[in-house]
């Protein structure tokens, strides 16, 4: 058997350890990617394959996330090999891969994918962001993150989070209690952002001081809103005079991050989708984004990324 050899020695031990992974779980990941086994012996790692390019690109830029991060865990490993067999990992950019945001624990949060690199990117350089795709891609999760931070920084005075009562055809009035106990189910994963950034007992009380709203989105109308992130969650079931209503509503030093799933329109008739609409109309406008999100960008357990594709699959 020819074996095919890569340097290691350059890198700290630390380092390679950091690759290798616990119990070579990394390797492990490398083996599945490649169908080849890897051995590691005296700093050189050694593996049996034709796709020797892409194999060091790969093992190149895990070490560069090391260097950056002092981490590496299975899914970069197995999103990085993803993209350098569909020979795409000359876009993955280390400069994009700066914390989002800071949990009230003091973890950084840092974008795991290709996908969610170019999301976070988008939300520094422009002033409307449509992000498209299917579930467990982070779209939610990041944009509320991106909001915490910019109040913090005093780059804004409020958050307000908004969806559409939209939801297997149910509205807002067959749901008992007032108007925020007919939101709140609603709006979970939002919630549950927030209490990753800032605490229950914080958020709750922001949200008495009203630095944070909620509401569903027929409540934005005649509004201005200024000096504020706002969140539009699941807008692929907006229709088309919601989502013109949501985009005309923005102020001055306002930013409007829209979310939602194209493949989970739960309006009556999907062809009204207000985000469908808006990313046809819309492209080419300076500083507004549209990031489109893949079954590549899932961050949830593996398994769900192979359900969607499955899903994809038949209905496409």
Same mark, same amino acid.
């Given at each position: 058997m ?13 380092a ?22 890897f ?16 194999i ?11 260097e ?10 197995n ?18 891969l700066?914390p ?11 974008p ?16 409307i962001?449509?992000a498209?795709g ?12 991106? +909001?915490?931070? !910019?109040?913090?920084?005093?780059? =804004?005075?409020?958050?307000? &989070?908004?969806?559409?009562?939209? @939801?297997?055809? %149910? ?12 939101v709140?189910?609603?709006l ?14 914080t ?5 008495e001081?009203?630095?944070?709203e ?9 509004r ?25 509503r923005?102020g ?17 008739r ?8 808006a ?9 507004? +984004?549209?990031? !489109?999100?893949s079954?590549?960008? =899932?961050?949830?357990?593996? &398994?769900?990324?192979k359900?969607? @594709?499955?899903? %994809?699959?038949?209905?496409?």
């Amino acid at each position: 058997m020819a074996f095919k050899t890569i340097d290691l020695s350059d890198y700290d031990v630390n380092a390679i350890q950091i690759f290798v992974g616990n119990q070579d779980a990394h390797l492990q990941v490398l083996h599945k990617a490649f169908k080849t086994d890897f051995i590691l012996r005296d700093q050189q790692l050694k593996f049996d394959s034709e796709q020797f390019d892409e194999i060091q690109q790969v093992v190149s830029t895990c070490f560069d996330l090391i260097e950056s991060k002092h981490k590496l865990n299975e899914q970069d490993v197995n999103y990085l090999c993803r993209l350098a067999k569909h020979h795409q990992l000359d876009r993955f950019d280390l400069s994009h891969l700066q914390p989002v945001a800071k949990t009230k624990s003091g973890k950084l949060i840092y974008p795991k994918t290709l996908g969610q690199a170019i999301l976070c990117d988008a939300f520094f350089h422009n002033d409307i962001i449509f992000a498209s795709g299917v579930a467990g891609t982070g779209k939610t999760y990041l944009a509320v993150c991106y +909001a915490v931070m !910019q109040l913090k920084k005093e780059e =804004v005075e409020k958050i307000i &989070l908004t969806r559409p009562a939209v @939801e297997a055809g %149910e509205s807002l009035g067959f749901l008992p209690g007032d108007m925020k106990d007919k939101v709140d189910p609603y709006l979970r994963p939002l919630y549950d952002a927030l209490y990753d950034m800032l605490g229950v007992e914080t958020v709750e009380r922001l949200m008495e001081k009203q630095v944070i709203e909620v509401a569903p989105l027929a409540f934005m109308r005649g509004r201005t809103l200024n000096k504020a992130v706002v969140i539009l969650d699941e807008a692929q079931n907006t229709t088309q005079a919601q989502m013109k209503m949501f985009l005309t509503r923005m102020g001055q030093n306002a930013q409007m991050i829209i979310n939602g799933d194209i493949t989970q329109i739960d309006l009556i008739r999907k062809e009204q989708s207000g985000l469908v609409q808006a990313t046809q109309i819309l492209k080419g406008i300076d500083r507004i +984004a549209f990031v !489109q999100m893949s079954s590549d960008d =899932v961050v949830r357990h593996p &398994l769900v990324q192979k359900i969607i @594709e499955r899903y %994809e699959t038949i209905e496409n």
